[in-house]
Structures are given as C-alpha cells and as structure tokens.
C-alpha cells in the first residue's frame, strides 16, 4: 500500500528536497482552498521551485517544541499509547502522495496529529469543531497510510487542550486523491501555474514565467473589458478607504500629540522618532560617476499599466 523511507537522521536540507517529491498533508488542504494561510499557488510554488524554501517563523517553532507535550497531553486524557514513526510514506498506488505523521497509535489502526494554536484563533476549535484544512491533512495521512482512523489533538495557548478522533470517510479520500492528482499532473508536473489568486507569491511566479516583454509586440485585449471595469471601480474604492484610513491616522496623531503611545483596552498605537540613513544616489552619481557606475547593479522589471483607451 506505501513505501517507508527513515527520515531518523536525515539532514533538514534532505528531508525538505524529499518533501518536494511529492504532496504531503500541510500541502492537502492548500491544494483543496480550504487553507486560509497557504494556496494552491504557493504549493505549486514550492513543487516546481529549484530553490528548497526552509520557511519558519516563532509559531512554527513553538508548534515543532510543542508537538510532544500535545501528545503526552493526548496520551494522559486519552489512555492511549503514541509513538513516532520516524518515516515518510509514500502510497505505492499514488506516488504523489506523501505523509509525514506526527505520530502512530500503538494498538489500534490510527495516527495522531499534533496541533498548537493561539488562543485568537480558539473559536475555530469551539465546541469540538475541528478546521476544516486540518481535516484534509487527516484523511490524506488516511489516503497514504490506509488507517481507519485519526486523532488531532489541541493545545490552544493559555486556555485549554482538547482532541478529536475522525473516522476514515473513503468519499472525501477518494475525492481528494482525485484533486490532489489533478493539480500534480495538469501543474506541478506540466509546468502549467494554477489559477491566479492575487498573492504576492503568484506575482513572483507570473515575473518567473514571464521576465521580459519582446519589444514592440502587442497582442488583441479579448474578454476583459469587464474585469478592467471592476479594477477601475476598485481603484476608486482604494483611493476613498486610504484617505479614510490616513484622516483616522491624523486625528489620533493630534491627539497623541508628543507622546510616543497611546493605549486603550483594545489597541496599542505608537508614533516613535527614528532616524534612517539613505544614500544620494543622484550626488554619488553626478560628484563620483566612477564609484557610482562601479557599485551600480542593473535590474530587469516589467511594469503593469491600465489606461483607458
């Protein structure tokens, strides 16, 4: 059903190359737009990409430190036995698909995922519910490995734990494999971009296909005459929200007047002094032209325009 591979003592460098081979379980429910903090844009970003991106950040790391005091939470509530697998498993039917599990059950056909979460996102754990991202980790963990079930359990910072066990449902795998393999062929291994989504990482992937414009080409405008409307219209609305956001901004900086913060039981707002040292480029350029032309680096852009016709 899957093949092991001992990522024990792999270096982090080895194990996120071997990552990229394939889609894992934080990658399921990006793919599926169920993730609000990943898209199938940044998936496909890292699949295709030859750079290995090590990203982290303090909630990753506290989430990596706390992921064994979850399961021994799990284990003093629950009973059970946990244990860590110390592989990565790849279904033999579907080799695009990978799972790095947090932990295995001992004595039953089930695995545990380990979550840390802060307590402003608390309401997305109320009364037992259970992300919707996170439940497509799950079932693709239950797609890879062929268990019958899986637990995830919660340790939500300051205010409490909780866990929840989620049976296999092998309609919502078999619909999964389906979009899972869809974008791992039609994308990642074609080359083809998933649709646009207007984040930053898809501007960088869009400049990546498209660096530069052949001089003097021009191509027919067909079909967009209306989504060209709206962005007018959008613009508009833009230009009116930021004066009302900066009018809010001078009326709190009057009041402030010398101070440097100013704090309510909701917000915290500072005006602080600093200074910045910038380079004249202009002088360098026009008093020292040798030094400037030497340390001078040229950078290829395209600019995007709208003008109406």
């Given at each position: 059903m899957y093949e092991s591979i001992?990522?024990?003592?792999?270096?982090?460098?080895?194990?996120l190359k071997l990552r990229k081979a394939g889609i894992g379980g934080s990658d399921a429910g990006a793919i599926c737009g169920l993730n609000p903090y990943s898209t199938p844009m940044s998936v496909y970003r890292d699949k295709t990409s030859v750079h290995?991106?090590?990203?982290?950040?303090?909630?990753?790391?506290?989430?990596r430190d706390l992921e064994?005091?979850?399961?021994?939470?799990?284990?003093?509530?629950?009973?059970?036995?946990?244990r860590?697998?110390?592989?990565?498993?790849?279904?033999?039917?579907?080799?695009?698909?990978?799972?790095?599990?947090?932990?295995?059950i001992v004595g039953e056909d089930a695995g545990l995922e380990c979550k840390t979460a802060s307590a402003y996102n608390a309401d997305k754990w109320k009364n037992g519910e259970v992300p919707a991202h996170y439940l497509v980790q799950c079932?693709?963990?239950?797609?890879?490995?062929g268990k019958n079930k899986w637990y995830i359990a919660v340790v939500i910072l300051g205010q409490g734990f909780q866990y929840a066990e989620i049976k296999r449902d092998q309609a919502?795998?078999?619909?999964?494999i389906s979009i899972?393999?869809?974008?791992w062929n039609v994308n990642v291994k074609a080359g083809v971009m998933p649709d646009p989504d207007g984040?930053?990482?898809c501007d960088e992937i869009i400049a990546r296909y498209y660096p530069s414009a052949k001089k003097g080409q021009a191509v027919p405008l067909i079909g967009f005459d209306k989504k060209l409307e709206r962005r007018q219209e959008i613009d508009v609305l833009i230009k009116k929200l930021e004066i009302e956001s900066n009018q809010i901004d001078q009326e709190i900086k009057i009041y402030m007047e010398e101070a440097e913060s100013a704090v309510s039981d909701k917000f915290r707002v500072s005006w602080s002094s600093y200074e910045s040292a910038r380079l004249d480029s202009k002088r360098l350029k026009s008093e020292q032209p040798e030094i400037y032309q030497k340390f001078s680096a040229t950078n290829q852009s395209r600019r995007f325009m709208v003008r109406v016709a």
């Open positions: 001992c990522i024990a003592n792999m270096k982090r460098e080895d194990w290995i991106s090590d990203e982290d950040n303090e909630a990753m790391r506290q989430g064994d005091y979850v399961a021994r939470r799990f284990m003093e509530l629950t009973g059970l036995k946990v860590r697998s110390n592989m990565m498993y790849r279904s033999r039917e579907h080799p695009f698909m990978i799972a790095d599990v947090d932990r295995l079932h693709h963990y239950m797609a890879v490995t919502v795998i078999n619909d999964l899972e393999e869809a974008f984040s930053k990482i």
